[in-house]
Every structure is written in structure tokens, then in C-alpha cells.
């Protein structure tokens, strides 16, 4: 019920629009901001109505929440066969979070039927592993991180599945990892990685990944609160574990629980987070190597109160977080 | 009852904008204000297409008549590109008119800043970054 609402709400919203824009602009509102280009020229036209609507580039007024679509594909042996593009939303394609797009098409999970806890940090920990991603820096994602990130950064996650393993990528951050589903263990003494030592499993219809041995150098982001600012460090007993399924052709669903007895009071499992397969066939995979990059030279020379004000966001809640789940 | 309700919510959203992340590299508190946003129209003379931002150029006449070469961020390429923007774009409108509306940088904030929307010459409004006006919707732009 609350999701048909939403959509006939979506609706209303971009019916509304043209007409919205066009009262705007016959009312003759006055001019805002008082920039410095104003001076650059005038704008008496926008004061004269009558003007067909804005064009805005991106088509979002054709957004909508997809459907189902056919039933799950499966491989040869019988497994859902997860090989696709997926986007971090209910749209299968890229969105932007500026763009006014309702929220049951924006965001990964419903938080009235599905709700999630944020991370309970025990009280030693929150200082040593509550820190944000240091301003303006790219480091690897990490995992669960390079998938959970997508929340803010609305990028796609693809996925290769042939026998014996399953290819995760990311474009931002830019991450390979390689999970082997030949029924092999964990090492005995494996060594610490970026995206640490995945083995994954079938059970039912549910790809298991289980990752440990993940430098703590990197920061689960968007792992509960999402956004940087609210990123958190682990220690060496961290343990991931993903859960991936695809209940129709179009919508990938995934669960990640992190456990860490040094830093969280109890492990921490989020919602089921639905993915959407991207519809465009000209969506090509991007280049984003992050390294044409000023802004550590742009933080270094901002106010030491800022810069205190972004170390300890996070911690004291006062972090945004950004759009794409609640 | 539910969907009048859930509809009038989201009317209410369309009304007031949702300002959100729009794939945020960073938290944008951190380099600009977003209380000082301003309307800046003058001419395209450059687009730089980098990760993580990509960036567009233009001169602007300020106050004294002195022409001042703006630099604003956009959010990233990838993005753009899958919202309808592309470099291709800025180089078909590239010297011609163009206004911003964008917010100044907290560091050398008369002439570098991070653009919400804008539109080149071609008259197409494109969303090119976050929206962190509260309520600066696409119909109250000025352009």
C-alpha cells in the first residue's frame, strides 16, 4: 500500500512539475541571489511567462520504480546466475541525488517494512574507530565498502559469475575482487588485503561471501549511517559477510553483516538492500581513476575549526548522510 | 487516507526540493557555502573531465566591470555522463553564454566555487552538482 502510494505520489510530482514551473514563472517573482554575474546581463524574459517548460537534461521525469521482470536467471547447475549491472536504487540506472526523485525509486529499502539499526560501538572504540575518510583522498574501497559506498555514490556494481568463481567490480571506488565458489576454505593464516580473502558459498538461492584478513586501514562507509563522514575503522577481527540474491531478472537484493568484538557491542546486519539491472544497453562501464585530484592541497589550507568540525562529525551524529537509503 | 497522505508528502517534497549527495566525493560543507550561493552569468571558456570532479570555466564581469575567470566543480563524470551531460556538451557551447548558479568556495571564494545548476547556450537546465539550498528548486532559478 505505501509503495503504490508512492508511486501514484511520483506521479503526481512530475505531472505537477510543468505546471509548477510555469506558474513560477508567471508570477514574476523577484530576483534572488544578487551574485556577482548579475551584472553580466539581464533575464527580463523569465518575467514574462508564457515560456514553454525547462528542459533538464537526464530524463528523470521518466524515472519510475521497475518492474520485476522475467523470472531469475539461472546457470547450467542450477544456481541463480547473479552476471549483470546493477544500480544502487529501485530505477536501473544511475540517478542523481540532487534530482527531486521520490524517495521509493531513490532508495535501496523501505524503512518502515524493513528497518535498520546503525552500528552499536562499544564506548572503548569510538575514538580510535570512529574517524571520517580524511578529506579529499581516494583511497581503495575495501570491502564490504566498495559495494556499500554506492549509496552516496549512486555508482554501479557488476557482476561475473562463471563456474568455480564470481567477479565483484566497482567503478568508484575502483575495485576487482574475486570470489571462489569451488568449495574451498579460508586459508589458515591469510594475508591482510585491501578487499581481505573472500571464499563464497550457496545456500538455497543465496550467494554467502565471507571475507576476513581486510586491512584495517580501510573504513566501512555507508555501513549503517551512510556517507564518509560517518565512516568507521575496524580491527583485525573483522569478519564480513554478505549475502547476494536475485528474486527476479531485474533486482539483485544484498545483505552485509559485519562482525568486530573490538569495536561493535553486537555484529551489525543492515537491510535488505535492493539493486536494480541497468536497462540501458549503451550504459558503458566508466573510467574513474581517482587521482586528478587538489582537494588534500584545498583542506590543507581551510580553518583549523572546520577542519575539527569534519574529524568529529561522525562521532558526535552531527555528520549528514547522504541520499540514497534513509 | 494512506495515499492522500503519502501524496500530500510528496508534494510537499517537489515543492521544497530535495537537497541530497549527488555522488559526493566529499561532504560539501567542508570547501564551500552553501549560504552564499549567487546567479553568475558570462561565458564558457573551458571544461576540465577529471575524477573525481569534473570542472567548467567561465568569465564573468564582475562589480568594476573586471573580468573574472570562475572555476566550478561539477560532481563527477561518470555521473554526468549518465544524467545527460557530457564533455561533448560543454565543447559544442564552449565561448558562448552561459549562466550558474553556484555556491563559493571557503578558499578563494570570489572566483572558484561549486556549481548547483546551470545552462549552456543551448538552453538545456542541467543538474551538475548538489542542491545545498534548501528549496532552490529548477523553477526559482533565474535562468
Redesign the interface.
Known sequence: MTRTAGVVAAVVCFALAPVLLDAQRGSGQGRRGGGQGEQGGTTPAATQGAKPPVKIAGDFDKVKVLDPGPPTPRTADGHPDLSGRYYPNHAGRMLQGAYRIPEPIMRQYDPTKTPQENPVFRPDAVEKYQHPTPYGSCPPGGTPTSITTQATEHGPLEIVQVPGRVWLLTEFPQTIRMVPTDGRKHSPDPDPSFNGESVGRWEGDTLVIDTVAIDTRMRNISVGRTGDANAWLHSEKEHVIERFSRPSKNYLMYTVTVEDPEVLVKPFTSAPHAWTLAQDPNDVWTEYVCTANEEPDVYKNLDQKTKQEYERSGRDGTAQTGRGRQ | M??R???A???A???L???????????FN??FDGTK??????TLTGVIW???HAYLQMD????A?ST?NWRLEM?????L?????TRQ?FTANMGK?M????CP???DG?SRGAA?YIKLSD?????V???PERGM????L??
Do not use: Y
Open positions: 494512506k495515499i497522505l503519502a501524496g508528502a510528496v508534494a517534497g517537489c515543492l526540493g530535495f537537497a541530497g549527495t549527488a555522488s559526493a566525493h566529499h561532504g567542508v570547501e550561493c549567487m546567479d553568475l552569468k558570462g577529471e575524477n573525481p564573468v564581469k564582475d562589480a566591470g573574472v560532481i563527477t563524470p561518470n555521473a555522463k549518465r544524467n545527460g551531460t556538451d553564454e549562466n550558474a548558479r553556484a568556495a571557503k578558499v570570489d548547483e538552453g538545456i537546465l542541467r543538474i552538482g548538489q542542491i528548486t529548477p523553477e526559482k533565474n535562468f
